[in-house]
């Protein structure tokens, strides 16, 4: 511990540092559901130190970006890490160790900024804790790509701010606080208000390129010409198409979501559409859908001309880089909430069929996605004429794995995270629930023509489903014909795991052992009961995916997946472990094809089993 100043190490300890993101709870209580702004005095100074090394990295080995961008999220405590993350910055600038200029945007989402440092050519500091609990926060950062480090780049900052931590003096950060030019600072923040508005400027004209698919400002221009005149004929029709957006107090609520969805003639129905206003959970998963839902159904109380399939929704987490959908099913006259999985699915389909239907294919095409990721994608791809590459749970991990795929010849449109339902659609490097909307709204609004099959038509007849297509298709239609998988949850108590193994090498080596006799044990049950003949493990570290591995401490802390197979064999289902980046748990989880969940509850359940006997193992031997 440093003894100088304990505060801080004890501050530093508690935090999680990793290349998804820097996590802890910052609300001064401790209380990681304290929506409070307060943040105690060794807080900031571990704000002021990570930017510090921010600066500092930059100057090392990114010496031509010259502008860094700080912005937040909405959660409280945002406030007052802005502010200590633009005075470090500033006073780095004013000591002579960095030569870099400072920018605040204030509250923005995450792909908003993220879109802005990629235009202007600059490096950006974003704090947020995105889907954790309001007491959270943290930083994630990146480069003038638009993207986040990667993982390399992210250890070696992670280096710099741990070694500042451990020499850390509070008389020695004050000092260092003083170098920021109190007029400068001013200057920082009373250009906010410009900035933001050039960041939503900068996001319109990005969306626009990335959901177009194109450059050329003429064929952005005719495509959504196309998409607006569906639309008013939707309206003229008395069914006009509309969203509804539970924004829960989210960055989204500051961002371009309703000038966007208005401009195309779409109506956006908004909850909780104050930035700020946080009203409940933060997560877009399971209980915290629900006031969507409501809406949703409510709307369609009010007006049943909508049930036809104009009616879906989404709330994003808190920084916005993500949004899982609710739909209107006129069959069972219910809102229902998508899974995250199904989300993913949804988004591969539409952005590969519209590569079809457009013709914009000139390249073998490819999908990269992370080990956790539903076996469905590999039914999609399959019958769309892609190939799947697997990276390690991650963004930068995923992204970086389409560069590679994109280097050997391939066009890499769709890549994600299925495990929580967010697409990231190329060029953009993060996730976007307005590319997800809005690959969703390409399957649902253009429709054949004489000459021409759409989309969904198109997904209909390459995945052996033509008898499922008809012309006045809805949504729930859709849904439909997703291939049928069985998922876990990522956010289900039965996927989160609390283990006292620290050395994930260890755990994952006495968990080979207890598998291989379970296997043996187990294989003729498995082949009985769910038709699994045989099974393939593989591990994800980083970009890299190992498979027939021998030795499963290979994975070390990244992804271990065993993957099952049928007698022609055909993957069907996989059990898959890791511990998270970002939070202290380790997570588990099932995947099987059909309709029976009891046999993904099965499997799960055998999953948790097997990895606290591991856990156990390895306790005992320490």
């Avoid at 795991?497 to 207890?514: C, E, F, G, N, R």
Wanted: charged share 20%.
């Amino acid at each position: 511990m440093n003894t100088a100043y304990p505060e801080l190490q004890q501050a530093f300890e508690k935090m999680i540092l990793s290349a998804s993101g820097w996590r802890k709870v910052f609300a001064q209580s401790g209380n990681e559901n304290d929506g409070t702004p307060e943040i105690s005095a060794a807080d900031c100074d571990i704000v002021f130190l990570a930017a510090q090394s921010f600066a500092e990295f930059l100057h090392a080995e990114f010496p031509a970006i010259r502008t860094v961008i700080v912005a937040r999220d909405s959660r409280p405590t945002g406030a007052a890490l802005l502010k200590e993350a633009v005075t470090a910055l500033a006073a780095s600038a004013a000591a002579g160790s960095t030569a870099i200029t400072v920018q605040s945007a204030g509250i923005t989402a995450a792909p908003e900024i993220m879109a802005y440092a990629r235009t202007i050519g600059a490096a950006f500091m974003y704090i947020s804790a995105s889907h954790n609990p309001i007491g959270h926060n943290g930083f994630k950062f990146g480069l003038d790509s638009g993207g986040v480090l990667d993982g390399n780049q992210s250890a070696r900052l992670i280096a710099l701010f741990t070694q500042k931590c451990k020499a850390a003096h509070p008389d020695a950060v004050n000092l260092l606080r003083k170098d920021a030019d109190p007029a400068q600072l001013r200057t920082v923040f009373e250009s906010e208000a410009a900035h933001k508005q050039a960041a939503l400027t900068a996001y319109k004209n990005f969306l626009r390129e990335v959901i177009a698919d194109s450059q050329d400002t003429t064929e952005q221009a005719r495509f959504f010409a196309s998409l607006k005149q569906q639309c008013a004929a939707l309206a003229e029709a008395g069914k006009p198409f509309t969203l509804v957006a539970d924004f829960n107090g989210s960055a989204r609520a500051a961002s371009v979501d309703r000038t966007f969805f208005e401009q195309l003639d779409m109506q956006l129905t908004g909850i909780a559409e104050k930035a700020g206003t946080i009203v409940h959970g933060i997560i877009p998963e399971g209980g915290n859908l629900a006031t969507c839902a409501a809406k949703i159904e409510e709307l369609h109380r009010s007006n049943p001309a909508q049930a036809e399939n104009t009616l879906f929704g989404y709330m994003p987490d808190c920084d916005g880089d993500r949004g899982n959908i609710i739909y209107w099913d006129e069959v069972q006259q219910k809102a229902l909430i998508l899974e995250a999985q199904e989300v993913f699915a949804l988004s591969v389909i539409a952005e590969l069929s519209y590569l079809h239907y457009s013709g914009n294919i000139s390249a073998p095409l490819a999908v990269t996605v992370n080990g956790p990721t539903s076996l469905r994608i590999n039914e999609i791809a399959k019958a769309l004429e892609a190939e799947v590459f697997y990276a390690e749970v991650g963004e930068a991990n995923v992204v970086n794995r389409a560069e590679d795929a994109r280097r050997y010849g391939y066009k890499v449109r769709i890549l994600g995270e299925g495990s929580n339902g967010g697409n990231i659609t190329y060029p953009a490097a993060v996730r976007d629930p307005l590319n997800t909307l809005f690959a969703i709204s390409k399957l649902l609004l253009i429709k054949d023509t004489p000459d021409r099959s759409c989309p969904f038509r198109i997904w209909c007849e390459r995945s052996g489903q033509t008898a499922k297509y008809r012309k006045d298709f809805t949504f729930a239609d859709i849904i439909a014909t997703l291939p049928c998988y069985w998922t876990t949850p990522t956010q289900e108590a039965r996927a989160l795991m609390h283990i006292h193994t620290t050395d994930h090498t260890a755990l994952k080596s006495a968990y080979q052992k207890i598998f291989m006799q379970e296997w043996a044990d187990k294989k003729q049950l498995l082949k009985d009961r769910f038709g699994i003949v045989a099974c393939k493990v593989f591990a994800y570290n980083g970009t890299v995916c190992s498979e027939n591995l021998r030795d499963f401490g290979v994975s070390a802390k990244g992804g271990l997946k065993v993957q099952f197979y049928n007698a022609s064999h055909t993957p069907i289902a996989f059990i898959w472990m890791r511990g998270s980046g970002t939070e202290p748990v380790f997570r588990i989880m099932a995947d099987i094809k059909g309709y029976d969940q009891a046999v993904e509850e099965y499997l799960v359940q055998w999953q948790g089993d097997m990895v606290r006997k591991a856990d156990a193992a390895v306790s005992a031997k320490n």
